[in-house]
């Protein structure tokens, strides 16, 4: 199994790329960066990818509607440039309230433009490729005639394209079109084999796909003495990811689908954590999370998703302190994992 580390949480490019360099000489085989509000992921991206060339840098992950698939691709092939050991794409539609407000985008149909964004991707890539001109048409986007004006000045080798996925459609989704999944921080080990897994090989067997695919656990991980402190924290994330109206059926999953009404008050409209974070059972955030004693944490990385993830990758939440957050990604980057 391989291990990698997202590095959204923290505040910088230079510290992502000095993570990034950690991760790389711990033998690590990943390191993402995410793309929100007030953060550009290719631009964090760039400086991991010049500091640690020798680890995949991915982005975990990037909002596929905010900019042209052609600007995509031709960002992600310039990366790969820098790159001895090769960028992953990871694609997400994001929410409606997401795209809505926080960038005033309405996407009605979004899996049916992100089968767009990702055609235009792979295709603009293959033509560089080949040095040919790419031209698509569809109900999105209309690219005409277009060359890469200095193809000597990228890789143009294809890079693998992974699929961010919370809903059953979207994972199926996945399987038909992506290299691989980024997980979710609110996926236990189980939810991963009895719901994900199926679903994706039901994608990839509608579309008759028989490449290799990477399943990814993105696994919540707090690194603190005190169990139920870390219990506490992890519990925060869990319930502010699943006030979200389409993350309901995990709750669902979880026994607790009567709690959503109570968890979204708290989280969404009252902005109290704390109290998000209790009504989330110790046992669920238990199976979700990955909490407790340094060597503890690095144990159940290794051991809680063999057999079920392809890589797992050690997520760590914004509900920290900058010493408490330091101190979980460090044990993971310290040494090698497995």
Partial sequence: MRYGVALGALSTASLRAQYARRAQDAGLDSAWSSDNPGEDAIVHMSAMTVAA???????????AF???????ASAFLTLQSASDRGVILGLASGTRRQNLYQYGIDVPRPVSRLRSVVGIVRGFVDACGRDEPFEWHDDYHSVAALRASAPDLVDPAPFPIWIAAVNERMQRFAGEV????????????????DVVRPNVEAGRLA????????????????VDEDK??????????????????????????????????AIRQACLVDRDLDRGSRLIPREVIDEVAVTGSPDEVRETLVTRYAGVADQVVAHFGGFASR??????????VAAPLG
Avoid: K
């Fill in 228 to 261: 139920d402190r870390a219990l506490h924290r992890a519990g925060m994330m869990i319930a502010n990811y699943l006030s979200t109206r389409s993350y309901r059926g995990i709750l669902e999953h979880y026994g607790i689908g009567d709690r959503f009404d």
């Fill in 323 to 332: 010493e408490q957050l330091l101190r979980s990604i460090d044990t993971v």
């Fill in 53 to 63: 060339p020798g680890i995949h840098v991915g982005s975990g992950i990037l909002r």
């Fill in 66 to 72: 905010l900019r042209h698939p052609v600007t995509i």
């Fill in 178 to 193: 992506a290299d691989g999944l980024c997980g979710h921080p609110v996926f236990s080990a189980g939810y991963l084999r």
């Fill in 207 to 222: 579309a008759g796909r028989e490449a290799p695919f990477e399943l990814a656990a993105w696994a919540n991980t707090v």
